[in-house]
């Protein structure tokens, strides 16, 4: 059920989807997780609770598979490593070495099939309970310059039901995305329909759903009656379209129109822009970096 409009329990849990295999990464993801492939000096994955716990989320569940044990490594302590920074003198590695580890409270649950979004979304409910939530896909970047997640946690609180981020694309791109169809609502959108990966043809808009999502607990009813979808997997989509359509399942949808920096580390070229650009931004290795990047610009891409 639907938490009124503007008094429902404040969103404090986020869902952290992890069990993909990322064969757009292989061979690298071979024995890797994708998540823990590095943006610059961090895993991709930590960027993403890094944002959570920024906009206040500090409650943090995330959905593994099989060869994952790594990335469950990576947020716990490692005593030796500290210890050998702290006979060094490395204070500076050793408070950030500290830091991953005590980022937020961090749990983990296993999907054991990949059955899709809405799936590893429905093995969140026994953390979740009857609460609003936010997912953030693993392997969505949002630039930490351009908060995203608060604005839809303002959106949600104002409305109730359930809130989608959005960026427009070029309509020849939609097909790579879900779509939605949407009326303008003050600084928001409200979402009257929702398809998975549309043909250009068939798509409501070139709005496309990026990985950022707040849900009203009541999508675990729905998904639980959610039919297989596209790829023979459970679709999120399928269960916010259904919500869309009757607001008393977990609706009404709303969605906010992303304009910042945004990358798919699991896409290869978006991954290096990625790179790139949090690199530029750098205090620590921006100048040099951004003089090297106008030098190989001027001499090489000729």
Not at 64 to 75: I, Q
Request: aromatic letters at 4%; charged letters at 25%.
């Amino acid at each position: 059920m639907s938490h009124a409009s503007g008094r429902g329990p404040r969103v404090t849990k986020a869902v952290v989807p992890a069990a993909g295999l990322g064969t757009r990464f292989l061979p690298a993801t071979k024995a890797t997780p994708k998540e823990m492939l590095p943006v610059v000096d961090k895993p991709a994955i930590q960027y993403v609770i890094e944002e959570a716990v920024t906009a206040g989320l500090s409650d943090v569940l995330v959905v593994t598979g099989r060869n994952k044990r790594s990335l469950e490594d990576h947020f716990d302590r490692n005593l030796e490593l500290e210890e050998v920074l702290r006979h060094k003198g490395d204070i500076a590695r050793l408070d950030e070495v500290r830091a991953s580890g005590e980022l937020a409270d961090i749990h983990y649950v296993r999907q054991g099939a990949p059955r899709g979004l809405g799936h590893a979304v429905l093995c969140a409910e026994a953390h979740v309970g009857d609460q609003p939530f936010a997912v953030l896909l693993g392997d969505d970047m949002i630039d930490p310059r351009d908060p995203l997640l608060s604005r839809m946690i303002d959106v949600q609180r104002r409305h109730g039901g359930s809130v989608v981020a959005l960026l427009e694309v070029d309509p020849s791109q939609i097909h790579l995305y879900g779509s939605v169809a949407a009326t303008p609502c003050g600084d928001d959108v409200l979402i009257t329909g929702l398809v998975e990966k549309p043909r250009p043809a068939d798509a409501p808009s070139n709005l496309a759903i990026i990985g950022r999502y707040l849900l009203d607990p009541g999508v675990f009813e729905v998904l639980r009656k959610t039919e297989p979808g596209r790829g023979g997997e459970i679709q999120l989509t399928d269960a916010l379209q259904a919500m869309a359509a009757d607001p008393s399942l977990g609706g009404p949808v709303h969605g906010v129109v992303f304009r910042g920096r945004r990358y798919d580390t699991g896409d290869r070229a978006d991954y290096l822009r990625a790179t790139v650009r949090l690199a530029c931004g750098r205090a620590d290795l921006g100048p040099d970096f951004r003089a090297w990047l106008r030098e190989f610009v001027r001499h090489e891409m000729v």
